[in-house]
C-alpha cells in the first residue's frame, strides 16, 4: 500500500507560480511512476505530467508544456509540480498518483492505470 499526500496548492494570480509536493508512504517509492491530474469543476480529471521512476523521463500534457515542471526526490519520497506563468484555466483540484512498474523508464497517462491516488490540493488562479 502506498498513501499520498499533496500539498502546496492556493490562491495565486494569473502569472505566478506555485510548487505542488506529493509525500509518498512505503519504501519502494523509487519503483513507481507517478502522475499528476487535475480535475476542474464540472470536467473530467485529466492528465497534467507524468515522471517514470528512475526520473529520466517525463512527459506533459500539451497545455503545460513550458510552463510546469514535474521532478521527484526518490530519497525523501517525494514527487513535485512546479507550476509557473499559471493561468486562470489551470484552477482545479490536483491530484498525485502512483502507479507500480517493473520498467523504470515507463511513462504512463491514462488515469485508470493508476493505482494509488491521494486526496487532492485546491489551485486557483484568479485576480
Known amino acids: 500500500q502506498v498513501q499520498l499526500v499533496e500539498s502546496g496548492g492556493g490562491l495565486v494570480q494569473p502569472g505566478g507560480s506555485l510548487r505542488l509536493s506529493c509525500a509518498a508512504s512505503g519504501r519502494t517509492f523509487s519503483s513507481y511512476v507517478m502522475g499528476w491530474f487535475r480535475q476542474a469543476p464540472g470536467k473530467e480529471r485529466e492528465f497534467v505530467a507524468a515522471i517514470s521512476s528512475s526520473g529520466d523521463s517525463t512527459y506533459y500534457t500539451d497545455s503545460v508544456k513550458g510552463r510546469f515542471t514535474i521532478s521527484r526526490d526518490n530519497a525523501k519520497n517525494t514527487v513535485y509540480l512546479q507550476m509557473n506563468t499559471l493561468k486562470p484555466e489551470d484552477t482545479a483540484v490536483y491530484y498525485c498518483?502512483?502507479?507500480?512498474?517493473?520498467?523504470?523508464?515507463?511513462?504512463?497517462?491514462?488515469?485508470?492505470?493508476?493505482?494509488?491516488w491521494g486526496q487532492g490540493t485546491q489551485v486557483t488562479v484568479s485576480s
Open positions: 498518483a502512483a502507479l507500480n512498474h517493473f520498467s523504470a523508464n515507463t511513462i504512463v497517462v491514462a488515469p485508470y492505470e493508476y493505482d494509488y
